[in-house]
Structure formats: structure tokens, C-alpha cells
């Protein structure tokens, strides 16, 4: 009997001991990892200045994450002409002063938002292997799935007051600009298309006369989103959501995307092309993660500065 079922046993604890190492790699060091991102982004006009955008997203934040906080506060060391915060601050309704704190030093600086479903709503308990089988049903948030019951109302308002006072401009569903030093930006932003709060019809009509450069801001980089902004003439979209992935298999890169957006554009810059149409598409893969599954692998948590440059 010990001969018959020893090497199964054997193969059995070393799969137990490699997979412990990788959870524990995961939650313990991956995903508190943190990185910054660099890409250059050709939109300006001729003969402009470059600018540098501090783009943050998904922070989900815990109480007690004094890392990530420090982090956070860190950024403002770059020293971005704005910045962007694409959502899903949240994932404890008690973390809104640490939020807070961690973008105090950089609401000093002039900035833009749109909040995410984690900003309004607390994060419940899911399998992780859901995400696989929405994938395959084409369902994703509210979008196909049953509307949500039950769940944790996030006190968001003094998170929006707060961002408010420090002269960030609100895009939930409307438009805003910043004058930065000679030049004038235009933004439209829609609220969150994950849960369906998204209300195109009320900001379309594409860039803002007289502006140098208009952009369009959303947390979900839903589809629909995305053909709206690039239909309209938007030269440059931002978002989030989608944690980059959160667990991808190395040298291969992310199964799902958690919205309709395919895993090829899951985080960094790409494009996205509607007719004759083409926009720049930015997908910031976060700096933090669901509470309740406080992993990544193979896509640590990012912030990343767009350095805007004038068109070749």
C-alpha cells in the first residue's frame, strides 16, 4: 500500500507547497508592489510644451495599507501639470479619510475624476473562477447580470466633497477644463458604465471648441464607452477597472478584463478605432485589489505618467 500510493501523496504535497508559495508571493509581495508606468502619448498641437499626467485608479482602499498610502503620497514627487483619477477609490466603507490622506499631497495639484462601483458599493465575496465563466456568458456587472441587492452603501459623498474643494473637476457624466499654463484642456467623463450609470446622450458633441486638447474619462472601458468617445473625435481615453487582469499566467498575460474589452488591451496604451475614427486608449491596470481577494500575479499595481507630447 505505502509503494502504490506514495508517489501520488509525494506529487500531491509538492503541489500544496508550490501553491502556498505562490499565494503567498501574490498577496505578500506582488501586490504590494508597486510600479509606476511611463508612456508617451502624441496628441498636443504643434508646437506645444510636452504635459505630464499623473494617472491613478482602482486604489480599493483597506483600512491600515500604510504602504500603498505612502505610495500614493509619494507620486506627488513626479510633480504632474494634473492629474486623473479614474475610480474605485474604495474597498472598505471606514477607508475614506485614508484615501484622503494618501491624495492629499497630490490634490495640490490641479485633477480630474469619475468614481467606479466600488466608490458607491462595498465589495462582496466572489469566486474568483466567476469572472472566467461572465467572460463566456458575454455578462459582466449589471451589464447582462441581475441588478445588485443587498449590497454595502460606500459613504462616497465626503470623498466627492473633499476632491471638490481641492478644485478637481467632477465628470460624472458632464464635461469640465483646467487652463494650465497657456494651454486649456477639455474633459468629458462619463460616471460608471459597470453598473450602468453611464448617460452618453447627456456629454456628446465631441471636442470642445477652442480647446488644445479634449479627453475623454471613464472607470469601465465598456465598448460602448469607448465607440462613443472615438465616434465623437476624441484624440486621447482614459480608465480602469480592469485591474490589468489581477491574475495573469506569465508570458501569456490576462484571462479576463471583468467588461467586454478584450484581454490584448487590458492595461497600458493602445488604440481603438471606430470607421475612420481612432483614439488613444489608456487602461490603467490600478494599485490595489478587491478586499476579499488581496492578489495579483504577474501584474503588479501600477499609477502611470502619460507624458503628452505635440503630433509628429
Known sequence: MRARYGVPLKVTAVGAAVGAAGLAYAAGFEARSFRLRR???????????????????????????????????????????????????????????????????????????????????????????????????GKHGLNGNAPAVGVVHNPWEPMRDAFDEAGWLDLSNTRGRLKLEGMELAFTGLDDPHIKR?????????????????????????????????????????????????????????????????????????SHTVGDQRAYLHVSAGCGTNRYTPVRFACPPEATLLTLVAKG
Not at 67 to 95: C, E, I, M, Y
Not at 119 to 127: Q, V
Not at 251 to 261: H, Q
Open 198 to 270: 453611464d448617460r452618453y446622450a447627456e456629454v456628446q458633441g465631441g471636442p470642445e471648441t477652442g480647446a488644445d486638447l479634449s479627453i475623454g474619462v471613464v472607470h469601465a472601458p465598456y465598448l460602448r464607452s469607448l465607440d462613443a468617445f472615438t465616434a465623437d473625435g476624441y484624440p486621447l481615453i482614459l480608465a480602469g477597472h480592469t485591474h490589468g487582469g489581477q491574475l495573469c499566467i506569465p508570458f501569456y498575460g490576462a484571462l479576463v478584463t471583468n467588461c467586454d474589452l478584450d484581454t490584448d488591451r487590458v492595461k497600458g496604451l493602445s
Open 39 to 137: 508612456v508617451t502619448v502624441p496628441v498636443l498641437p504643434h508646437g506645444s510644451r510636452p504635459l505630464r499626467v499623473l494617472q491613478v485608479s482602482d486604489i480599493h482602499m483597506v483600512c491600515g495599507q500604510r504602504k500603498k498610502r505612502a505610495w500614493l503620497q509619494s507620486l506627488a514627487g513626479l510633480r504632474p501639470d494634473f492629474v486623473v483619477n479614474t475610480g474605485d477609490n474604495l474597498s472598505d466603507p471606514d477607508a475614506v479619510p485614508e484615501v484622503l490622506d494618501a491624495l492629499g499631497p497630490l490634490m495640490e495639484f490641479p485633477g480630474v475624476y469619475v468614481f467606479g462601483s466600488n466608490d458607491y458599493y462595498g465589495p462582496k465575496l466572489r469566486n474568483p473562477a466567476r469572472y472566467l465563466l461572465e467572460k463566456v456568458q
